[in-house]
């Protein structure tokens, strides 16, 4: 597979692999967020080893699927109009531009 | 949860989320996009019902994992320069810029 | 083992595998619900094999997202006064009581 | 989407989401919560802090899979006459009825 | 990573990626396998498009638990022993053994 | 059931649980095993609680998925002729012969 099929394979994607429903909704992104905080909240004012790497697995799985709500928004909902009235788009979801040379 | 704390929140989980491991590679999205086609190519030369439904479940279960691979590697590691090297990068892997208007 | 420990285990269960974080928030159900509607509504407008069986496939998963969301508003939220105030959330939440006998 | 709809569309959950196979059995509950024993018990002999979170990790998802199980009885296969032979069933599957105030 | 780095590899994964929690119980694989011959009878004694794709959705998820179940007591359970007191079990599980050629 | 139809039932998974697709790729589980090495690295080198916690959650999931693309070689790919040619696939793999008696 040559590097134009894979650019292929990687534009099909785009065409065929959400239904898409058409539901977008970031409370799912705000809700998980949320859930993270708490966690880390409890995690912090709890001395107990048990209940400590408990709050890490959920604060983990929570953060994952914020992390998947907002690439949802970032790869299927977002179009070029909203990223050309709000930039910050492009740097609160993560892409390479905002990432700190490692 | 305001717009300044929500952005905080997606700030954060670029920092927390992932260990990361370090370990980045294309393959795994290659071979689950191969995957992909070989699967559409069997669902396309076979007429039994049954076959076809599997092959369509299995072609969205390898197409999802080619599109979290392909979102690992923008959301984690491609870094600015990779993106002015090679310009395409941000089109393939279907940002807003790269949708046309619904 | 025997009853009673049976006994046991379920009334532990209840109080190890949650963290909780305390988050509840029934938008998560509203939204998978939604997204079933909007699913059946393109099912139903769509003569296309393939569309249709992906359709099911989005369907299906979201439904049991709607599912889980519920399960746990009413396995780990919901409060005897909630109850006592609203009777209904017994109903609606698809206890023994609410199903027709089979 | 108001409240009556939202009724709606909780009641229509019990009828489409599961097609049912028909196949239920506790013991599916019961070993997942043997499991949990056997990991709570190697994890207290252990000091090992590496074993330790393994163990931790292990219980959690053994624990998820428990209560997964229950709720499918409890929401699937419990009919009225059931609760109605062992009231007992509704305290032991974690209900807003069995759960002290918090 | 040369051949030989690649069986440590291997090798290691024996020791380090199961507790084990130590429960083993063909229960779980019955279960599952029961599951797919009532779901499988029941697509067969439908003729809804919609029931008869979501006989396939279950069953196929069913049968993937039931070959999870199988592949952990045929890496985890059996013992040079089993294998030699029922030789069968080597055919049962699918090793290369018993494949046909293709 | 008995032991006889549970046998079939084995047998039958060999032939309806995959489509398969037909792509076997060793790569897979290599870039998890290496995933699992960098972590485990990370993990040695940290003294951060939280980190070290975090570093077990992704090393024993890397570790989950290298396990499952070798059970897919050892399940779906190798033929008898591999295991004549390479009798080593049978150590490798983790079969019932290869473990030391517990």
């Known amino acids: 597979m040559n590097a ?3 650019a292929q394979t990687i534009r099909n994607r785009l065409r065929h692999c959400d239904l898409p429903c058409g539901i977008y909704d970031p409370e799912q992104a ?3 967020a ?8 409890k995690y912090n004012s709890s001395s107990d080893e048990h209940f400590r790497a ?4 959920v604060k983990e799985e929570r953060a994952e699927l914020a992390k998947h709500h907002i690439d949802v928004l970032w790869s299927d909902y977002f179009k070029p109009e909203h990223v050309q009235k709000h930039p910050e788009i492009t740097e609160l979801a993560g892409t390479p531009r905002s990432r700190p040379r490692r």
């Open 4 to 6: 134009g099929s894979t």
């Open 30 to 32: 705000r809700i998980e």
């Open 34 to 41: 949320e859930s993270c905080y708490k966690t880390i909240e």
């Open 54 to 57: 408990r709050a890490i697995l």
